[in-house]
């Protein structure tokens, strides 16, 4: 009786389940059905959507071309004014250069007519030499009689021009061909004497570059023998020449021998620097240094 009682609630419970997948596919479909309806009105919101951002840009667009279509044209308007501006000063250029020709006419014409009609009027009359403002030949001949009778009647020797006829009777006494070289050595000394100041600061300096360029060559050459004689010394063979060159220092088992008869000059290690003063150094000789460090007093 039990047995057949479980049975029982087992096809109840199959029922039931069966029922209850029943309602979740049909909850499921409900769902599924929602679900799509959602996306339809939201794919349809969308377009919607975009149609008005379509048209919002568009008319943007269409207003920004509108811009630059009134830009465009203000300054084609513009450009025109700028031609039309131009094209009006060039033709009141050319109206005032043809104004200037015809003046200019006018002048040489009235110059060759009524000038040279007054001009042989006045030098025809009795007193052109008084209008013109300086004496004719004839005045000038007479004027320098009078002077030469005063200066005898009060017994003094005629002046008449004592410089000037001192200095034609001088540059007479010159012939041409050693005047022209006078003048021009005189000119080229006004020259050298103007210049002579800056040319001796310029020599000058350019003489103690020369000289810094010597020292600085000594100076690089001894800190290359210095530093090629610390690479010796800091090794152990070097530091045992040096012993046995400066003290006679030999190594166990060596012996020290004394050498007659040779110079120092000849047992002298390649290694050793001969110090040289950079003040020593003076500046190196060029073709020019004879004679021009003389002129310009340069004793570096």
């Known amino acids: 009786m039990a047995r057949q009682a479980h049975i029982v609630d087992f096809e109840e419970a199959r029922n039931a389940s069966r029922r209850s997948g029943a309602r979740n596919r049909s909850r499921e479909a409900a769902g599924a059905s929602s679900r799509l309806s959602s996306n339809r009105e939201a794919r349809s919101r969308a377009i919607r959507g975009g149609e008005v951002a379509g048209a919002r840009r568009g008319s943007h667009y269409a207003q920004r071309n509108q811009t630059r279509m009134r830009a465009g044209q203000s ?70 009689m009078r002077n030469d009778q005063e200066a005898a009647s009060r017994g003094v020797a005629p002046s008449r021009g004592r410089a000037a006829q001192t200095g034609r009777v001088i540059a007479g006494a010159i012939p041409r061909f050693v005047r022209i070289p006078l003048v021009l050595f005189a000119a080229l000394a006004l020259c050298v004497a103007a210049l002579y100041q800056p040319m001796q600061d310029y020599y000058i300096a350019t003489r103690d570059q020369a000289k810094a360029a010597a020292q600085l060559e000594v100076l690089s ?35 020290a021998v004394a050498v007659s008869g040779v110079s120092a000059e000849d047992t002298e290690l390649d290694s050793a620097v001969m110090v040289v003063s950079a003040t020593a150094v003076s500046a190196p000789a060029t073709w020019y240094s004879g004679m021009l460090d003389p002129f310009f007093g340069y004793s570096g």
């Open 75 to 144: 300054a084609q308007r513009g450009r025109t004014r700028g031609d039309k501006r131009t094209q009006r000063n060039i033709a009141e250029s050319v109206c005032k250069l043809q104004r200037d020709a015809r003046k200019r006419k006018a002048d040489r014409a009235f110059d060759r007519t009524v000038g040279a009609s007054s001009s042989a009027s006045g030098e025809s009359g009795p007193r052109a030499a008084v209008y013109r403002g300086k004496m004719g030949s004839t005045h000038r001949k007479s004027s320098r």
């Open 221 to 255: 050459q001894q800190n290359a023998q210095l530093q090629k004689d610390v690479a010796v010394l800091s090794t152990d063979e070097g530091i045992k020449d040096q012993a046995a060159l400066d003290y006679g220092w030999v190594e166990q088992g060596e012996t």
